[in-house]
Structure formats: C-alpha cells, structure tokens
C-alpha cells in the first residue's frame, strides 16, 4: 500500500522556501518535515536513508521521492491542478514553463554560482549554460516581458520559482538588481502566499533561536 500524506523535508532559510511559497499558493495539506542545516540533522541516517545526498527541498509522497526544487514545483503544480498553477499539456506556454523551470536548476543557478566563486569559465562547447554573461543577458530580457509574470498574463510555479530565486541572488549580491527586476520581484513576494510562507519560517526560526539559548 502506498503512503498518499505529502511529506515536505525542508529546512529554514533553504531553497525548501520557495516550495513553502508554492504550497501555499496551492493552498494543499502536507506534511512538514523540518531538518537543521546548521545543526546537520539533514545528514542524520533517518534523513539520508529518505534522501541519500542530504538535501532540501524534497517531497516525499507515495512511497517514491521527489529532489531538485525545480522538479519539486513541477511535480506539485502538476499534482494539484486545480490551482491552475501549470499550464495543462495542450497549452502553448506549457512549452516556455518547462523551459525556464529546467533552466532555472541547469543553467542559471551554475552559471551565477560559477561566477560568484571566480572560477576559470569552461570553454563554451562544454560550459553547460554558454557562458555566464549570456545567461544574465537572457534573464533580465525575460523578466522584461514579464508582463506581469514570468509567462505572460498568468501567474504560475515558474514565478514562485523564479520570483523567490531573483529575490535570493539580489539580496546576496550577484545578481543586479534593476529596476525591471526589483518591480518583478516586488510582484511576486507581496503575494499572501509569500508573505505567509515568510512568517512561517520567521517564527520558526525565532522559536528554533529561543530554544538553542
Ligand atoms: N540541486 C538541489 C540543490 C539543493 C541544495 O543544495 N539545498 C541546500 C539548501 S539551499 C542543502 O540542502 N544544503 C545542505 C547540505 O548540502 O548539507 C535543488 O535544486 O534542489
């Protein structure tokens, strides 16, 4: 027999937030599984025997695992499709959404991380985005047409996952924060769902702080 509960392993202040924000916005039950990346309970054996390499987001549900943010929110919006939170298969912009959903964990998140960390760019042939300059590029021409959101006229996973990343790599200094890019991330983050995910995780962490002294 399979287990239908949603179990989600996420930890504070984790790539887990923007699938916090998606539950949310999908408005579902589920199962909150809480690790400590600080304290290290996502390398305990209990959590490594769910997920072998230790990372959040993940989504357990019946009896199989679902890893990678990316393939976390496709999953969900796709599960729960009453939300209208994945254009269906017939849609056209079924096609963009899976594109920059992909693209998101392939592309972009390597190519900002290659070139925060200073190092030598690989040769465009074997460089898995082209090159970081490209990316940047092709992203701030994307969030110029969204208009308003990342597909047009609605809203869907892919601005959640890509309202919380710009929102991230902004604060963290790596991505430049145009105007164009701070009005989309304003759209997105004054969301309820955003705001309630974002009070959800503050309390926990002030109650995690109380806790450890
Ligand atoms: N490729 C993964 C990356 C997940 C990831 O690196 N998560 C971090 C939190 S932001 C993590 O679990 N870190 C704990 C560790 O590696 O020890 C995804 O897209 O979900």
Redesign the pocket.
Known sequence: MTDDRLVFHY?PQ???FAIRVLLEELGVPYDLDVLD?RGGS??ATGYLAVNP?????AISHRGELV????A?ALYLADLFPAAGLAPAFDDPKRAPYLRWMVFY?SSF?PALVDHAMQRPPLPRSTAPYADHASVVALVNAQVERSAPYWLGERFSAADVLWGTALAWVTGFGIFEKTPAVAAYIERITSRPAWRKAQADEAALIAARDAAAG
């Open positions: 930890a984790s790539r887990a990346i996502h390398l390499l230790g990372k959040v987001p890893t990678e943010q990316a976390v964990g998140e």
